[in-house]
């Protein structure tokens, strides 16, 4: 992981001393285009990003498809290398002095798509063996080790160790690929729109398990899904993100409660409810995401904000405290001092509402 050459310090967003994970203005610029009948031009997929995770929390990371969610988590992981920032692993610096390979065991990422992550050739127990075997645990120590995280993620070893992945439903699958991840005993977990393709019933069962996991092995989640039900049901924290930058971070019932950014009031407000007797959805954010290659000036979102005013296209807003537990956001339509979005106290203006 580069060091940053002029690192720009992220605003003190409070917390204890030492969160589990720190990312400091993270970036990942994509070269896309160049061929024969197109331009070269950079997506800057992850701009800037700032954000901290406490030990034993959940984080949920939200945003429309494209905003940077699995590029910030495979940064995280280690899988991409980033053009800009820093990540600090319980306050130690990937790169100058922890490794790759071990930020790798400290941190594992579980996919959506579990057959795919899964090797057809290999059995259950196999899979969940190989990464204490990569990492030099004897054969039948790494058995015993895979037939106990079976045993955690509610399969039993008896008929489940010599199954193949085509063996397998969806949610035993993703229970595989959790025991995977926990081979190694990581600390943090990214799981990437893991129970996006399970069933409602099996999705619950997935989650409480995960819930179980997390207060068993005391893990930290990092928690990405585009079902804000999920999120707000998993997560003690939510992070926002539009166009590759965090627009807003704090506690969730604070932000589901009274989201600062109008971003997150739209994105919040767009959501289906769970209550059978209150099924009526806002319409979506109105108008698309702006490219990416060509972001707006000043706040990205201003373009499809009801709010925006000058200064919103010609300054960028930074992130600022905007309530207590590390509450921050980034827009200048919000009264730092009292945490008021001024926005919120036009809401006859929303036109996404
Ligand atoms: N390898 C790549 N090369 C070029 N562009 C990329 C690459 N990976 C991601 N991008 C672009 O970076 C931006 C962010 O993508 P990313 O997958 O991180 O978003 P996301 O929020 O996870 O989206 P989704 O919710 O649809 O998974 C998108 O514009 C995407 O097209």
Not at 8 to 31: C, E, R, T, Y
Not at 35 to 55: C, M
Request: with cysteine.
């Amino acid at each position: 992981m580069s060091e940053t050459e002029n690192f720009v310090p992220v605003p003190d967003i409070g917390g204890p001393a030492q969160p589990l994970l720190q990312v400091q203005n993270l970036s990942k610029h994509f070269n896309v285009g160049g061929g024969l009948f197109s331009a070269k031009s950079v997506v800057r997929a992850v701009d800037n990003v700032s954000l901290s995770v406490e030990k034993g929390e959940v984080v949920g990371l939200v945003g429309e498809s494209g905003c940077g969610k699995s590029t910030t988590a495979r940064l995280i992981v280690g899988l991409i290398k980033s053009d800009d920032g820093k990540i600090l692993f319980d306050g130690e610096a990937v790169g100058p002095t922890m490794s790759l390979r071990e930020l790798r065991r400290r941190v594992q990422m579980v996919f959506q798509d579990s057959y795919a992550s899964l090797n057809p050739r290999l059995t259950v127990e196999d899979t969940i063996a190989f990464g204490p075997r990569v990492h030099g645990v004897s054969a039948d120590v790494a058995r015993e080790r895979a037939h106990e995280l079976l045993r955690k993620v509610g399969l039993d070893p008896a008929v489940f160790a010599g199954r193949y992945p085509h063996e397998l439903s969806g949610g035993q699958k993703q229970r595989v690929n959790i025991a995977r991840a926990l081979a190694l005993s990581p600390r943090l977990l990214i799981l990437d729109e893991a129970v996006s393709a399970l069933d409602k019933s099996v999705e619950a069962q997935v989650l409480n398990l995960l819930i179980d996991l997390k207060d068993e092995l005391g893990l930290t989640y990092i928690f990405i899904s585009h079902d804000l039900n999920v999120i707000r049901f998993i997560s003690d924290r939510i992070v926002v993100m539009y166009l590759g930058e965090v627009v807003e971070s704090g506690p969730v019932d604070a932000m589901w409660n009274r989201p600062r950014h109008p971003y997150t009031e739209a994105l919040f407000a767009a959501m289906p409810s769970l209550d059978p007797d209150n099924r009526t959805q806002k319409p979506p954010i109105a108008g698309d995401p702006p490219n990416p290659i060509n972001p707006p000036s000043g706040c990205r979102f201003h373009t499809r904000c009801a709010y925006a005013e000058q200064v919103c296209s010609d300054n960028v807003p930074k992130l600022s405290p905007a309530g207590p537990d590390r509450h921050v956001v980034a827009c200048h339509m919000v009264d730092a001092k009292s945490g008021h979005s001024l926005a919120g106290s036009r809401g006859e203006r929303m036109s996404h509402g």
